[in-house]
T-cell receptor, first 114, second 112 residues
Framework: GNSVTQMEGPVTLSEEAFLTINCTYT??????LFWYVQYPGEGLQLLLK?????DKGSNKGFEATYRKETTSFHLEKGSVQVSDSAVYFC?????????????FGKGTKLTVNP | ETGVTQTPRHLVMGMTNKKSLKCEQH?????MYWYKQSAKKPLELMFV???????ENNSVPSRFSPECPNSSHLFLHLHTLQPEDSALYLC???????????FGQGTRLTVV
């Protein structure tokens, strides 16, 4: 089946620290991969995406590379800020039975302290 | 602002009440979705509509009844809910095979 596994949180970092949130997936076919972010009290916002192997998605200093050989899409940021505190969701999108499916990981809560 | 609007933002209802959640998008998208987000659980896809037709129902109890009168509007009708149905209900839309989905801010539902 199709599933996403991301590292359990919560993750607590100091400002300017390096961030990695691991994400691996299983999928039939060739999924597109995403990172969504959810700030407190809000819905999900697309952070970045990659649609094929070796693509690198990037936005707001965050990066993730689609690694088909390791079925991974780890999220990284070189220097986090307090404003990055949020819940981060890894997701895959695949077409199955004529329907588009977006499958999410459980989410990783990040807290950045000043 | 993602272009997907959900109302109300917060809802408290008793187990015998009937209420409806509304989702609206004017992005020209033809696919709309309902998700349920509970504490400590993954996001659960509930329903998918493509061109107003329901294409997926993920074994959702009948006390949740979706309605999609047109491609811009999606409703979730609620009746005789249980306390464990308390959650954040998220609506999303996408343009068919376009890769990303756009989410609304959600309705925080509390069943008492």
């Amino acid at each position: 089946g199709n599933s996403v596994t991301q590292m359990e949180g919560p993750v607590t970092l100091s400002e300017e620290a390096f961030l990695t949130i691991n994400c691996t997936y299983t999928a039939t076919g060739y999924p597109s991969l995403f990172w969504y972010v959810q700030y407190p009290g809000e819905g999900l916002q697309l952070l970045l995406k990659a649609t094929k192997a070796d693509d690198k998605g990037s936005n707001k200093g965050f990066e993730a590379t689609y690694r088909k050989e390791t079925t991974s899409f780890h999220l990284e940021k070189g220097s986090v800020q307090v404003s990055d505190s949020a819940v981060y969701f890894c997701a895959l999108r695949i077409t199955q039975g004529g329907s588009e499916k977006l499958v999410f990981g459980k989410g990783t809560k990040l807290t950045v302290n000043p | 602002e993602t272009g997907v609007t959900q109302t109300p933002r917060h809802l408290v209802m008793g187990m015998t009440n009937k209420k409806s959640l509304k989702c609206e998008q004017h992005l020209g998208h033809n696919a709309m979705y309902w998700y349920k987000q509970s504490a400590k659980k993954p996001l659960e896809l509930m329903f998918v509509y493509n061109f107003k037709e329901q294409t997926e129902n993920n074994s959702v109890p009948s006390r949740f009844s979706p309605e999609c009168p047109n491609s811009s509007h999606l409703f979730l009708h609620l009746h005789t809910l249980q306390p464990e149905d308390s959650a954040l209900y998220l609506c999303a839309s996408s343009q068919g095979r376009q890769v990303e989905a756009f989410f609304g801010q959600g309705t925080r539902l509390t069943v008492v």
